[in-house]
Each structure stands twice: as C-alpha cells, then as structure tokens.
C-alpha cells in the first residue's frame, strides 16, 4: 500500500468508526425528504379554481432542485468534520504521527470527503425521490422521473454535493474549531450568502459579482435553486459553476495547510 | 528492523516569550531503557514532540538513527509513541482506535486484538473509549505504541494513572523490550517511579540538561548515609556536634549523610554510646533528583 493509500484508508476507518457520518446522512435524506414532500405539494396542489403554481416536467424540475438549495449544510458539515474532530479531541498527533507528512494526510481527507460527499448526494436524492415522486405522480402532472432532465439534475445533485464536501474539508481546515465551523457554516450558507445574493442581484452591475458566491455556482452547477428563482440573477455556465466550487475548496485547502496543518501540535 | 538510536543536537524551541527547550543535548542507546527525567514544565513532553516532528524546533535537530523522524519510510512503525495528551475520540471503540492507524503501520486487525491483549485491554475491545478509565486509555496509547512491534518506543509518562500493579506490570515490560535490543525512553517527573526500570538517565530542568549518565553513576553521585538507633538521642547529638556532622531524626533513629557506618560506629565505641543500629543506607536518589533539578533555578 502507498502511503496515500494507507492514509486514505486511514481515514476511512476514522470516520466510519463513530455514528456521525450516518447520522448525518440519514438526517439529510430525512430532512430531503420532508421538504422534497411538502414542495411537491405546495407546487401541485391549488386553491379551489386556480391554476397550480407550476406544473408537468416544470414543478419535477423544481422538486429535484433542493437537493442543492437545501441540502449542501449536510455535506459541508461532514466535510469539515473530518478535520474538526481530530483537533477537538486530539487525535491529530496519531495521526500525524502515523503520517507526519501533512500534505498527505490533508489529501487524504479531501478525497475522503469527496466519496463520502457523493455518497450523501444519493442519501439525499434517496431522501427526495422517494417522498417527492409519489406527490408529484399522485397530485401533479407526474413523477418524470426517466425524463433526461430530471436525470441529469439529480446526478449533477449528486456531483454537487461532493464538491460541498471538499470545500468542507478545505474550509475545517482553515477553522479547526468545531462550534465555531459549524456554526460559520450555518450563518454563512442560511444567511449571509442568500441576503448577499439577493442584495448583489438588486444592484446593476454586482449581479456578475453574485454568481460566483459559493452557492449561486452550485446552482449554476444544478441548473435551478429557489434563490436564484427568487433573485433576478444570471448565473455561470454548469461548468464554470464547478470550476468556482473547486476553487473556494482549493484556496480554503491551500490556506489551511499553511495555517492548521503547518503549526506545531501540541 | 535494527533499532535507532535518538538524539537530539543543540535542540531549542520557544512559544513565544517562553523558552521550553534550550540547547539540548543527549543520546538514547539501543537496548537499554533511558529516563527522561525532569520537574513538572521542564519540557520532556515538548522534546518528545520534537523528536516525532509535532513540533517544529526552533534550534538544533532531533534525530531517529540518523535522520529525522519524518523522513523515515514508514515512521509508524519505527517508533512506536504514546505522548501525554494525545487524544481517543470518545465515541471509538478501543479496537476502532487501533484499526484506524494499523494501515499506515502495516498490520491487521488480528495484531490490534493482539497488543490489546498485551495490555490486558481484551474485555473492553469493543467498548467506546469514552467510557475507559485513566488508566484504560493509558493502556490504550501503550497498546498504540506498540501496535507496529516497533524497534523503539518513546513513551511520555506512561505510569501516570496506573494502579501499583499496573506500575509493576509496566517495568518488567519494559525491561523485557530493552532486553529485545530495543531502544526505550520513558519520561517521568518522579524518578522514584523509574528507578527500578531504567538503565541511563537524562535530567533536565528548565528546558536544559542537568544530567546524562547510566542510573547507577548518577546514584554514585549521591552519599551514602549512615542510620543509627541509639537509646540515648542526646549523646548521639552531641557526638555529632563535636564532630562537625549533621544528624537528621528519622522514623525511630537518625541519619548521619556522607559519613561512612565504619567511622560513626568507631566514634560511638569512643565515646562510650550504645548503639542498637548500626546501617548504612542507600542513596536517595528523588534528593539527588531534587538537588540537580533545583540547581538549575
Ligand atoms: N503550546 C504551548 N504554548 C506555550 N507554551 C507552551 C506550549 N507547550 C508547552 N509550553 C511551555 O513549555 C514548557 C515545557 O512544557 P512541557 O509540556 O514540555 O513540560 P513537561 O516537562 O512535559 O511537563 P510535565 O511534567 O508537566 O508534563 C512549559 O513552560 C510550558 O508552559
Ligand atoms: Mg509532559
């Protein structure tokens, strides 16, 4: 086994040796879940004479798209994780002993984090699928779910959500503090980035400036999100999208590595 | 594998305004067990994470046979280390731990069930570590250590919080390794703890060496003592006086340091003292540790 290979092997076992990262997907796919149901609902079902808020492949498209609008704290959390609870309980001088080339032992996590992010883009779409699609077929126009579109949506949901991982890692890197990385996460991803896209939106000429917020080039990546539905905003190309997702997570990495994984552990 | 030998070479390190190390020098032989010895803040833990490149050295060099320890191919099994305050994830279990590391060393499930049952961890395998005792995660971090069979062993500490039998345990196995050809460093601040384990000691104080010899020259260094019970205190006292030597009361008698039995006893047949003891002591090597780390304040 390479050294890469043992430490990602490593980390693997670290991780799926406490209930965390289970927990945490089954409370994504229960949370995807929830809101994929009562979006489906909110969408198909009308008022007595009026015409649903959207219908057919429109209101499924809609539907599949919260995998990315709502769910990327899940991912971002895991990702960060994977740092966060070996400085919060010390293991990080095992490791670094069993490993004390640093940079290998931080590529190790972000690969980790992007399997383990995949792998919570389908808990999600799991999650989404399996209460979404019965509304939409028995109250809307249908579940599409062989339609091409709706395919693509849910499996660039899925890439998504491993990106989230990886900038996850990058950025517990750079805050190692467990309470203070979620709790950034939150008030980053719940408030300050969708009142900064919908304030940038409002103003000519900084609209360009909010496409590249983390999560407006996840939506560009998924193609719809309920902000940028909200917002009058253009965003990136899918490509591009990913580009720029990949690029917080290799700064954060780059900064991290530099701080964190450059100090002395004591 | 042929074990190496650590050393460190002009080692300094500061945090910030706080000198914890400074130009430190010493050897640790093969086959032998080395104290590493020094009050509480004297930087025994701080050189230990040197050594393991946890921390960066502000001067100097720690070295493994040679080269430093991350430069090794695989480091993990090389030195096999448990240091104070390294962390479990309270929600592992003691067996997940081991497993967790086992790749990067190169051994199986099979050799973690193995070392936890060297540290007679077997029954609480799969329980969390959350739930372990202080000595229970002590064990644990042995078993760690030990976990790639490795040629050396840098352990910081490792009898704190183990029970007497634990202690007891613990030198004999350790005695066993260095008999292997392995080579053992073991710190403590109470050299009473490992006095009856080690064969060389390093003393530091303050971040500096005080003192590096085999145990049994630094217990040269300390006078022996003469212990004399006498039904006639105040003669005795006097016969002190007259002489120039102390006399220290102690459990039912008294002790007369540097002054050999043969020369007491022949002052006291001189001087008409009976005398029901007549002894001499061995050296107190915790007052020779005391007096070395307290020279250096
Ligand atoms: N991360 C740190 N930041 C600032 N000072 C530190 C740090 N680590 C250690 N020190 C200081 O360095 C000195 C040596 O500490 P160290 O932990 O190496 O001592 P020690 O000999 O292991 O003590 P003990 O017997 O209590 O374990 C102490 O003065 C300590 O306060
Ligand atoms: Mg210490």
Redesign the pocket.
Known sequence: MSRFTAALAAEWRKLTSTALWWVLALGMAAYLAFVGAAMAFSLTVAPEGQAPPLGGLDAALTVYGVLNAVGYVFPLVVGTLLVTTEVRHKTLTQTLLAEPRRGVVLGAKLVLAAGIGLLYGVAGVVGLVAAGAPVLSAVGDGAFLGDPQVVRALLLGVLVTGLWAVLGTGFGAVVPHQVAAVVAILAFTQFVEPIARLALGAVDGLSVVSAYLPGAAADAVVGASLVSQMGDVDLLPAWAGALVLLGYAAALTFAGRLTTFAR?V? | MEAPALEVVGLG?S??S????DDLSFRVEPGRVTGFL????????????MLLGL?RPSDGRALVGGHAYAEHPVPGALVGAAL?ATGFHPGRTGAAHLAAYAPQVGVGRERCREVLEQVGLTAAADRKVGGYSLGMRQHLGLATALLADPPALVL??PANGLDPEGIVWLRGFLRHLAAQGRTVLV???VLGEVQHTVDDVVV?AR?SLVHASSLSELAATAGARTYVETPTPERLAELCAERGWTCAPTGAGHEVPDVPAAEVGAAAYAAGLELHQLATRGADLEDVFLRLTGAAA
């Open positions: 002395d004591v | 390190k945090f910030g706080v000198r914890a190390v020094g009050p509480n803040g004297s930087g025994k833990t701080t050189t230990l994470r921390v104070e910081d500490e710190s403590s601040h530091i971040g």
